[in-house]
């Protein structure tokens, strides 16, 4: 026991302790998800520029562009 503190003082201030370990816990496991999430948006935006690009090339830019023979 704590030095002049009371058994329900003492419980009140592991109990805290404890909720404060567990919320530094929650907020780094937070900080590592919004990590994630900006990496995979950034992924997902180099997947979808790549795409277009590959489709913007497929496709002519002008209906009758083709050459005749």
Known sequence: ???GKTVTEQNV???YK???AE???LKKQL????RE???LKRVISVWKA?????TE???PKYKNTNRRK
């Open 1 to 3: 026991m704590q030095d």
């Open 13 to 15: 201030w592991e109990h």
């Open 18 to 20: 404890k909720v404060e």
């Open 23 to 25: 919320n530094f816990h």
């Open 31 to 34: 900080v590592n998800k919004n």
């Open 37 to 39: 999430m900006q990496k």
């Open 50 to 54: 790549k795409y277009e690009k590959l």
């Open 57 to 59: 090339n497929r496709k």
